[in-house]
């Protein structure tokens, strides 16, 4: 069984616009993230330093200097903050004006693959960015100064139908 995911725009600025990803009949992963660290956490400097750094690249644009680099020398899978953190929310950087928010977490581990749900979180950051940047070449899905126009509904491979 495959799963429907879109892209979707969350928050416009002067410099960057931010997209995230929405499951079909979910909330945003963002939201998920969001929803995970409520005012009043364990984590709120952990959020408020990931807030400065969005703050940061919805003023100055989403320059690669503001990332921590993730995922695969092929793929645009990011993380913020760049500063030392114990959260982390997974990002593709496609362009200096435009982001797409994901999901993340705590990090508790030395690298984000040796915990099973950040590891999630970049999988499927590093398969819609394949699925993305694929219909981008094919003309399909076109990067319009902050816009992202096409066709924004991907159907990612399901672990089972690999098998």
Not at 9 to 36: C, P, Q
Not at 70 to 77: A, M, P, T, Y
Not at 126 to 151: M, N, P, S
Not at 153 to 163: A, G, Q, V, W
Request: net charge negative; glycine share 6%.
């Amino acid at each position: 069984m495959k799963s429907s995911v879109s892209i979707e725009l969350f928050d416009e600025r002067d410099k960057v616009n931010f997209y995230t990803i929405r499951f079909h009949g979910e909330e945003t992963e963002t939201d998920k993230f969001l929803d995970k660290f409520p005012e009043n956490c364990e984590y709120d400097e952990d959020i408020d330093i990931i807030i400065k750094w969005i703050n940061i690249i919805a003023e100055r644009g989403a320059l690669k200097r503001h990332f921590r680099y993730e995922g695969k020398l092929r793929d645009q899978v990011l993380a913020v903050p760049i500063e030392t953190s114990n959260l982390r929310l997974y990002v593709i950087r496609v362009s200096e004006s435009i982001i797409i928010l994901g999901n993340g977490g705590a990090k508790t581990t030395r690298k984000y693959n040796d915990d099973a749900f950040l590891n999630s979180c970049v999988e499927l950051l590093q398969e819609v960015d394949g699925y993305l940047r694929y219909r981008i070449r094919q003309g399909t899905v076109a990067v319009y100064q902050k816009q992202l126009l096409g066709d924004l509904t991907f159907h990612l491979k399901n672990k089972s139908d690999e098998e």
